[in-house]
């Protein structure tokens, strides 16, 4: 087995995907860089191959079976086995979400997304990452998705604009991350929730004020947990977050 680790990260050509690729391969890891539009994920593969990262293109919708089931092919032509995941692609579903009016096609878009993609790759990776011997899955949350920090006292700036799809989709997917580590408990295999905060990326309008790369921060950490790191925890920069 080459002791070269391997991820995929989906969502990769832009914004906190790209970082989280870009910062993998600085660490010396063949990075797939997954992407819905290839010509996109190409241009993203060139550009961070002229950073020096080893990275490859991976074509790919994570809301559609075949797209999902070729990826994992390419995976194990190419490697033979994945040793991190790191579930990155979201979509807000369109904004503004007040409760009262927004439209089921946004709740469905952000689910069918944030949550069934993540559960459609994480399964389909699954034989890949059980061939590793210290498997890492990332979920790409978001503080937004807290009940804790939703029910408190305190401004939009913590809990984030009125939201009826993206930020229950969030909350879905810390509760998912959950019973995938109760039940691959026992295995070697790591997995957790991660917030990058408030970054500036198309999908808030570039209205965060975090950098792509600061935010990448938290998933590069949990990538890379030791064999005894953490699992089945919801975590930012600052450590764990009140679910």
């Given at each position: 087995m080459s002791e070269q680790k391997i991820a995929l990260v989906t969502g990769a050509n832009k914004g906190i995907g790209f970082e989280i690729a870009a910062g993998l391969g600085a660490l010396g890891w063949s990075v797939g860089v997954g992407a819905r539009?290839?010509?996109r994920g190409e241009?993203?593969?060139?550009?961070?191959?002229?950073?020096?990262?080893?990275?490859?293109?991976?074509?790919l919708d994570v809301t559609d079976d075949a797209s999902v089931t070729a990826a994992a092919a390419l995976i194990e032509e190419r490697h033979g086995r994945l040793d991190a995941l790191v579930n990155n692609a979201g979509v807000t579903g369109g904004m503004p979400q007040n409760p009262t009016a927004v439209g089921v096609a946004a709740i469905r878009a952000a689910v069918e997304t944030n949550v069934i993609g993540v559960v459609r790759v994480t399964n389909t990776m699954l034989p890949l990452l059980r061939r590793s011997p210290s498997p890492r899955i990332v979920n790409m949350s978001s503080t937004v998705g807290s009940l804790t920090r939703q029910t408190s006292s305190a401004g939009q700036e913590t809990t984030g604009p009125l939201s009826a799809a993206y930020s229950p989709s969030k909350t879905f997917l810390n509760a998912v991350t959950?019973?995938?580590?109760k039940e691959l408990h026992g295995t070697n295999i790591l997995i957790n929730a991660a917030c990058p905060g408030y970054v500036?990326?198309?999908?808030?309008?570039f209205r965060g004020v975090r950098t792509p790369e600061q935010g990448a921060a938290?998933?590069?950490?949990?990538?890379?947990l030791p064999d005894n790191g953490p699992t089945g925890g919801y975590f930012d920069d600052a450590g764990p977050i009140p679910w």
């Open positions: 539009d290839a010509g241009a993203a593969v060139d550009k961070l191959r002229a950073g020096g990262a080893d990275v490859f293109a991976v074509p959950i019973q995938y580590a500036a990326t198309d999908l808030n309008g938290i998933a590069l950490h949990l990538a890379t």
